[in-house]
Each structure stands twice: as structure tokens, then as C-alpha cells.
């Protein structure tokens, strides 16, 4: 069983016993505002950073204590993030729907929902805790099930991070003609990271969609890197989260230090 696997067997377990009835989550539905127009936070015309509250990692256990994820949101949006990013897996990345609320209620810029979405009532989840994007695993998903989830949450009013980390993943992307494609250069079934998925991959998408580099971004000459590649947004979790201060380490990402 690959780490993927494993970690959507937690995550359905998880899943299974926070499940409210149909009515409860519509109604909590109700009761949200509508999503932001992440489309339009993403599109700007400099590099887009999504940065992400981030406890922990599979590979690397704990990441950095983080106490008032609130805070840590509010410190990204001040340094420029085009979004946030909130982890809600619970036993492999320390997340919760509790920090996702915390975010939600903090900033004005649109919230990633990260988690494993394998399940419907996820996405009904993901809108009634504020989020405005979702993300959308190609290697976890069968074809039908991407392009279901890609309607559902559009329908939801939500944007989807489609995320791929092969030719081949790309490839099935494609089809559902998404607006925001994430490269992954960490393997999900085996947790390696390695960059020159960026360069491989992100060159073949169209340059309408909005292209986000994702994961092992640390320093300037990697985002110059990714940059190079041809994305247009970086998604960037444990180098903000352990830096101490993810002002300074954002601005110098942007090349703004
Ligand atoms: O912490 P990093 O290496 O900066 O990576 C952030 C983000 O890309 C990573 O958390 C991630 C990308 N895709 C995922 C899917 C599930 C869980 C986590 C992820």
C-alpha cells in the first residue's frame, strides 16, 4: 500500500465519524458567505504565493508548533500571500476543520481547504468551514471522480487546485479543462520530492491556467526556478511555517528583501 493509500484510509475513517446529516451541513452551507473569486486573487501579474498553515508532514513529522494559526494566516496576508492554504488531515499533517475556521474568520484573501478529498460530503464540508478553494489529488482520484468533484465544488461556488504530478496525471487533467493546475514535486506514494517536475511539467500547460509549483520551495533560487518553468503561483508550506519569522521569509521568496 502506497503512503497515498494509507493516508485516504485514515482520512475515511476520520471522515466516518465527524459526519453530520445531510440537512446539518446544508443548513451550515446556508450560513456561509459565499466563496471569494479565488480566480482573481491568483491572476495577478507578479508571482502568487499560496502559503499554508502547516503543523506537521509525513516525511518530517512535526514542522513547527504553531498555536494561533489565525496569527500565521494573518502574517501571510500581510506579507502578500495571494492565498492561504489551511492542511485539515488530521493524523499525518496535524490539521483540523477548527484551524480552517480560525483562518477563515482572520483574513480577506481566499482559503485553500487542503485535505484528501475523496468523498462528496467533503466538498459540503470544505464551502460550510469558508473555503473558496479545494484541492482535487489526480493520482487519488479515478477519471469520473475528478471530473464529479471538479463540478461539484464549481457548482459549490468554489475554485479547484487540480494537482498532478506526472505527464500522465496532467494528461487526464486536461480533460475537465481546469483553471488552476497544481505540479506536486513531491511523489505522494512514495513522499520524494524532486524539482524537476516543475520544469518537466508545467512547461506543457496551457498558459491561460493559472500554474502553481508546489511543495520543497525554500529559497529565492527555487521560485526563480519555478518561475523559469513558467509558474505563475508557488504554493509553499514548511520553509514559511519554520522559518520563525514567514514575513521575512515570504518577502525574500518574492525577491522583495
Ligand atoms: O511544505 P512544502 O514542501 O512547502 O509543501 C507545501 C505543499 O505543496 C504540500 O503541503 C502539499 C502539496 N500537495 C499536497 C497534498 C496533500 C498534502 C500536502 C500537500
Redesign the pocket.
Known amino acids: 500500500m502506497s503512503v497515498l493509500d494509507s ?1 485516504i484510509e485514515g482520512v475515511r475513517e476520520d471522515l466516518a465519524a465527524r459526519r453530520l446529516p445531510l440537512v446539518q451541513i446544508h443548513k451550515r452551507m446556508e450560513q456561509t458567505a459565499p466563496a471569494l473569486d479565488a480566480h482573481e486573487f491568483l491572476s495577478r501579474d507578479e508571482m502568487n504565493v ?1 502559503a ?1 498553515v ?1 503543523r506537521s ?2 516525511s518530517k513529522g512535526v ?1 513547527a508548533s504553531i498555536t494561533d494559526p489565525a496569527a500565521l494566516a494573518e502574517q501571510y496576508q500581510e506579507a502578500g500571500a495571494a492565498a492561504v ?1 489551511v ?1 485539515t ?1 488530521r493524523r ?2 496535524g490539521g483540523s476543520l477548527e484551524d480552517l475556521d480560525a483562518v477563515r474568520k482572520r483574513v480577506s484573501i481566499p482559503v485553500l481547504r ?3 478529498m475523496v468523498d462528496e460530503y467533503q466538498f459540503l464540508e470544505a464551502r460550510a468551514h469558508g473555503a473558496d478553494i479545494v ?1 482535487l ?1 489526480v493520482a487519488a482520484l479515478s477519471k469520473s471522480q475528478l471530473r464529479d468533484f471538479y463540478d461539484l465544488a464549481t457548482e459549490l461556488g468554489m475554485a479547484s487546485l487540480i ?1 498532478v504530478h506526472t505527464a500522465q496525471e496532467l494528461e487526464g487533467a486536461m480533460d475537465i479543462e481546469p483553471r488552476i493546475i ?1 505540479v ?3 511523489n ?1 506514494k512514495t513522499l520524494d ?1 524532486d524539482s524537476a517536475a516543475f520544469a518537466d511539467l508545467i512547461p506543457r500547460i496551457p498558459s491561460d491556467v493559472i500554474r502553481v509549483a ?5 529559497t529565492r533560487s527555487d521560485v526563480e526556478f519555478a518561475q523559469k518553468a513558467g509558474a505563475t503561483a508557488i ?7 519554520k522559518s520563525g519569522d514567514p514575513i521575512s521569509a515570504m518577502q525574500e521568496l518574492i525577491g522583495r528583501r
Do not use: Q
Not at 214 to 218: F, T, V
Not at 235 to 241: F, H, I, K, R, T
Open positions: 493516508i499560496i499554508e502547516k508532514s509525513p514542522l492554504s492542511l488531515e499525518r499533517f487542503k485535505d484528501f484541492l489529488i494537482e497544481g506536486n514535486s513531491r505522494l520530492v508546489e511543495s520543497g520551495i525554500a504554493l509553499v508550506g514548511e520553509s514559511l511555517v
